[in-house]
């Protein structure tokens, strides 16, 4: 069958792959391969579909989309209940030059590096053209949505928020 997608990746929960070189290489390489063979929806073919069960990933529309899009959007976290992260299999780390596992990045700092771009390298006019164009690409969003970005944009800096808080008021 033209459209099957075969990988070493696809294992039975609660196995996971040794950390020889070669396979390690493949588990990558055979994905990226499908991708571009078959399309980022190839796990929706009924070939290629996980047998009784549903794909619940992040990855719909486009080509050869077999499974309707809710109207959700395509990234996580969001806010409209999109897929969860199970940790029912959670992967065991091995040993290389340091611990190699997966990294919850919920607790990082994703304010002060923008908070710094925003006030020391930005000038006047390029800060109030920001401001103009997220406001006008925002102002079709859910209005809990702009009341959750305002809230993040104020932590990178104040001003920040207060400007596209303002911004948003003008245009709805």
Known sequence: VEQSAFSP???VPGIEASPDKMLQGR?????????H???TNYLQLPVNCPYATRVANYQKAGPQSIIRSTGAPNY???SFNGPQPSTRYA???C???GDVTRHDTKHDDNF???GVFW??????????RLINNMGGHLRQAHPSIQTRVVQNYSQCDPQLGERLLKALSKLT
Do not use: I
């Open 9 to 11: 990746s696809n294992m």
């Open 112 to 114: 002060t590096q923008p």
């Open 76 to 78: 996580f976290p969001n």
């Open 119 to 128: 006030r020391n390298v930005l000038n006047e006019s390029e800060r109030t």
């Open 91 to 93: 992967l065991n780390s």
């Open 27 to 35: 588990l990558f390489s055979y994905h990226d391969t499908h991708l």
């Open 95 to 97: 040993r290389v030059s």
């Open 37 to 39: 063979r078959l399309g």
